[in-house]
């Protein structure tokens, strides 16, 4: 499958800290976005990145992309209890072709 | 307007029903999509449309037909589903071919 992979699977903090989160790719890639899902809802777009690009920043947001490490990472800084959702990366690839990966379910406990 | 809609929000449907999904949007968007999504399961791309053209078709059963009749509106029709069928469907738009993209609620479909 050309599906992205994340991990972890869940993580869980307290207020205040830091989460990261990670997705891993198999093919080339036009550009790489993150979204962000409550309870099982509409999807919310929070960052795109592409492929010339290595890294973004928005508001709380940091996201890294290596394109040799066919990876890249999401930061949220300072979480918040309403950043309690789960997290999809997403891949636009060569050939016409888009998945979203495995999700990471983030908790933050006020 | 920034919203795009669907309706309806719940669909409850026997095997031998035809019903159909829509979707709404006013942004100006070129691209519409299609996703299905299973419980605790990232969303899975179902249909693509570009420019009011169908760009990608994701190897999607017969059973699931698409329609885009102009630039705002996109249909799912659904005909003879089966039990596994039962999955929230998302629609999205965008501005460009596979940008960003802004997501409907979802309409929660359950086929008995």
């Known amino acids: 499958s050309q599906q992205g992979e994340e991990d972890p699977q869940a993580l869980s903090i307290q207020e205040g800290e830091n989460a990261t989160m990670n997705c891993s790719y198999k093919?080339?890639?036009?550009?790489l976005q993150w979204y962000r899902q409550n309870s099982g809802r509409g999807l919310v777009h929070l960052i795109l990145i592409r492929s010339n690009e290595r890294e973004k920043h928005s508001g709380r947001l940091r996201v890294t992309l290596d394109t040799s490490k066919k990876s890249s990472s999401l930061l949220i800084t300072a979480s918040r209890a309403a950043d309690t959702a789960s997290y999809f990366c997403a891949t636009d690839h060569t050939g016409n072709q888009f998945y979203f990966g495995t999700g990471t379910s983030l908790t933050v406990i006020p | 307007d920034t919203e795009v809609t669907q309706t309806p929000k719940h669909l409850v449907m026997g095997m031998t029903n035809k019903k159909s999904l829509k979707c709404e949007q006013h942004m100006g968007h070129r691209a519409m999509y299609w996703y299905k999504q299973k419980a605790k399961k990232p969303p899975e791309l179902m249909f693509v449309y570009s420019y009011e053209k169908l760009s990608i078709n994701e190897s999607v059963p017969s059973r699931f037909s698409p329609e885009c009749p102009n630039s705002s509106l996109l249909n799912l029709h659904l005909h003879a589903l089966q039990p596994e069928d039962s999955a929230l469907y998302l629609c999205a738009t965008s501005r460009d071919h596979l940008d960003e993209q802004f997501f409907g609620p979802g309409t929660r479909l359950t086929v008995l």
């Open positions: 093919t080339s890639i036009n550009n």
